[in-house]
């Protein structure tokens, strides 16, 4: 799968835990930020984003919040479900379109 | 619910051979990109298309790379002379209008080249 091969922080989390992943993003001026899920072999996929002009948003399940100050973004994931581990992105919105993303955490739930 | 789709799922080719991968944007999008994720790296953009024109691209992107959308519903990427460090997964997206907000991507074509 995707996985093979890379080096990520890995986290490991009970069945019905919450998770909590982090992401340090490079650019103050980047004014939108998504969080992606990527399954094995599968393409990244849409969680929950958020603009600059707010510093917590809340989904499904899933708590995105955002600082500022410090530049990290985090992800929430309540109640953590098997079909919950996968790799997860954050991505900044830089320029026009581009969106740049992070290097990626392996959420491993364990049954 | 409506998806990005991508062929073929896995391409093999020779070095310096030309490769064609192709995307199905989410059919009342406007704004397509391409994404490369090489294994063990992080997903990188490539380029992005709007109005049939590219909008902006990456320091990837060179001459050995265009878009084009010959159809109404078609979005390729066309590699002209495959290199070995060109062997990376390739990502289409697509979003519906406002500029980067919410990019729906691909499953993904794996390339490989020998």
């Known amino acids: 799968g995707e996985s093979v091969g890379l080096h990520l922080p890995t986290l490991s989390v009970q069945e019905g835990d919450n998770s909590i992943i982090n992401c340090a993003y490079s650019?103050?001026?980047?004014?939108?930020f998504i969080w992606y899920k990527q399954e094995s072999g599968k393409g990244p996929q849409f969680i929950i984003d958020?603009?600059?002009?707010?510093d917590k948003r809340q989904g499904q399940r899933v708590t995105v919040l955002l600082n500022k100050t410090v530049k990290h973004l985090s992800l929430q994931i309540a109640a953590t479900q098997p079909g919950d581990s996968a790799v997860y992105f954050c991505a900044e919105k830089h320029g026009n379109n581009r969106l740049a993303f992070g290097k990626g955490n392996q959420v491993v739930v364990i049954p | 619910e409506p998806e990005v789709t991508q062929t073929p799922s896995h391409q093999v080719t020779q070095m310096g051979q030309e490769v064609i991968l192709r995307c199905v944007p989410i059919s009342n999008h406007l704004y397509f990109y391409w994404y490369r994720q090489i294994l063990g790296q992080k997903v990188e953009f490539l380029v992005s298309f709007y109005n049939n024109e590219i909008s902006e691209k990456s320091e990837i992107f060179d001459d050995q790379f265009s878009v084009e959308r010959p159809d109404g519903s078609n979005f390729t990427l066309k590699i002209r002379s495959t290199k070995l460090e060109d062997s990376a997964m390739y990502f289409c997206?697509?979003?519906?209008?406002?500029?980067?907000?919410?990019?729906?991507f691909g499953p993904g074509t794996r390339l490989l080249v020998l």
């Open positions: 958020i603009r600059s002009n707010m």
């Open positions: 997206a697509s979003s519906d209008g406002m500029q980067g907000e919410t990019q729906y």
């Open positions: 650019n103050s001026a980047s004014d939108y």
